[in-house]
């Protein structure tokens, strides 16, 4: 679509400025991880060439059980294996991104909630990740990993329907959130889940979310 002004659509969109107001992603997030080092980062065409170059999704952690949705606020643990943090944390130190003369972006880290399933396509939860103890979500903006609508879970819960039953994924990049606990010290073992639902979703639509995921995404 290359004109959304041409006849039969004569659609203009009220804002299509730039949210960022020009600045680089990539630069805001190396200078945020060198900072507290003092170490001059430059992004540098090479580093911006590495985006893209991504290795294979690797799993870092996942919950034990299926959450149910419902009736209010609903946490899950989701432990992460030791080994693979570690790539993570390695991959966060300013020094790692310049090792060897092959300059690249950190890690980034991806939400992974699987086979969600319910009997409500209006139901929206949003979902924080290591909220503070019995804190209020909305007091915590910098915790709000995203939100997820349920359209379309009634169909997709349907065993007699195309996906068989299997419902929905949603994917939430909490690359930031990941690059906060780090640059606080906080150990990445484990990492604390809190469905928040927008709107009610009783216990009778039966929202669950099959696995809660941590993958990592290497560069």
């Known amino acids: 679509m290359l004109d959304t002004t041409a006849p039969n659509l004569d659609y203009v969109y009220e804002d299509v400025a730039d949210p960022l107001g020009g600045a680089n992603p990539l630069a805001v997030r190396m200078a945020r991880l060198a900072a507290p080092h003092r170490i001059a980062v430059p992004v540098t065409a090479a ?8 290795e294979q999704a690797e799993l870092i952690g996942a ?11 609903v946490e899950t643990q989701v432990r ?20 060897a003369g092959a300059p690249k972006e950190p890690d980034r ?9 319910g009997a409500n396509d209006a139901a929206v939860f949003q979902v ?18 995203g939100a997820v609508s349920l359209f379309g879970a009634k169909k997709a819960s349907r065993e007699d329907a195309p996906h068989g039953g299997s419902g929905l994924t949603s994917v ?21 889940v809190r469905f928040v639902p927008r709107n009610r979703i009783a216990l009778e639509d039966k929202v669950s979310v099959g ?7 290497g560069q």
């Open 80 to 99: 992460l294996d030791r080994r693979v943090a570690d790539k993570v944390r390695r991959s966060l130190q300013p020094q790692s991104a310049f090792a």
């Open 47 to 54: 580093v911006e060439a590495s985006v893209g170059q991504k």
């Open 63 to 73: 919950n034990d059980a299926e959450v149910q949705v419902g009736g209010g606020h």
């Open 109 to 117: 880290v991806f939400l992974n909630l699987e086979n969600i399933k």
């Open 172 to 192: 939430l990049d909490i690359t930031d959130i990941v690059d906060a606990l780090h640059l606080n010290n906080q150990a990445l073992d484990h990492l604390n």
């Open 128 to 145: 924080y990740v290591n909220l503070p103890p019995n804190a209020d979500p909305a007091a915590h903006p910098e915790c709000l990993a």
């Open 211 to 217: 696995r809660v995921s941590v993958y990592r995404q």
